[in-house]
């Protein structure tokens, strides 16, 4: 997978320090959704470079994390800029879901 993986440390300081604008993709190893999901992640990564990341969080080698973020559903997608949650799809979802998401983000001021 092309996207950088996190853990709960790298997650916060990524959001709350950095404060980068960033998408955060959510999944589990048995999720067949998920593993849907990562292509067309993969596929748009490098459209955004330089301007919004985009990033993994694998919960179940992280299972702090769905307590923390209080996630509905796998896969889950949550958007982040400036350390503020700009809001989230989850289950499956399209790229142009996501397309709008992150040109919403990147329009935010």
Request: hydrophobic share 35%; with cysteine.
């Amino acid at each position: 997978m092309s996207l950088i993986q996190l853990d709960g440390c790298g997650l916060e300081e990524l959001i709350y320090d950095i404060g980068e604008g960033c998408l955060i993709f959510f999944y589990k190893n048995d999720c067949s959704a998920c593993k849907e999901m990562i292509p067309m992640l993969e596929e748009l990564q490098p459209k955004y470079k330089g301007q919004f990341g985009f990033y993994y969080v694998n919960i179940d080698e992280n299972k702090e994390v769905v307590n923390c973020f209080k996630l509905d559903q796998i896969p889950e997608v949550l958007f982040f800029k400036d350390g503020e949650y700009q809001g989230k799809l989850c289950g499956e979802f399209n790229q142009g879901q996501v397309v709008e998401k992150i040109q919403d983000n990147l329009m935010w001021v």
